[in-house]
């Protein structure tokens, strides 16, 4: 009986392409990449597997919500296109990638904290003498967050670094907790406020 080597070695040759395919899907997004994408911005994420993987991530954490959302999936569906128009428009940014990188991190909170889909602690009151009360609650995400509520307004704040407490940063706002008393900034150049947490 001869002997083909062409034959024997088939099987490791499908096996070696099937570990290729594996490794591309694990780097790709989950969208397909192309010549020709529709905007700068896939053409970036395609070419990062940093961006790539967070774009994964977001899919995910989307697919899920959906399901969970029953009714407000229509709702969830239409903020879901108008996030990625605002994440096309980072082709103008001078950090391309910096830019990406934060507009996903922060959807995929945004979408977590939203539809309960983290570990959450709270909603925790934190007294602010004469200036009110703020309301935080604390979730599980990466990074860590909190949607805070302070005369009927929320901010979404995502946790920077600090040398102590746990610092975390919105758009205006800030929520600085260090051994149950906080510092908080709520506004564009507004005074901060000294909170301790009630009880």
Known sequence: MSFNPSVAFLPLALLAAGFASAAQARTEPS?????????AA??????????????RKLAGVYDTAVKKAANAAKTLKAEQRGWI?????CWKADDKQTCLRDSYTLRIV???????LVP??????FDC???????????????????ATYKNQQSLMLAVPSGSGAHYQ????????HQGEALVTWGYGAKEMTCKKAG
Do not use: H
């Not at 969208?31 to 905007?39: A, D, E, L, Q, V």
């Not at 128009?85 to 428009?89: I, L």
């Open 110 to 116: 945004e979408i977590q904290t939203a539809y309960g």
């Open 42 to 55: 896939e053409t970036l994420i395609c070419q990062s597997e940093e961006l790539s993987t967070l774009d």
């Open 129 to 147: 003498a004469s200036d009110g009360s703020v309301v935080a609650t604390f979730f599980q995400t990466d990074p860590p967050s909190i949607n």
């Open 170 to 177: 919105g758009r205006n706002e800030s929520f600085w907790e």
């Open 31 to 39: 969208f397909k990449c192309s010549p020709g994408m529709s905007s």
């Open 85 to 89: 128009k605002g994440r096309d428009e």
């Open 120 to 125: 959450s602690t709270g909603p925790v009151k």
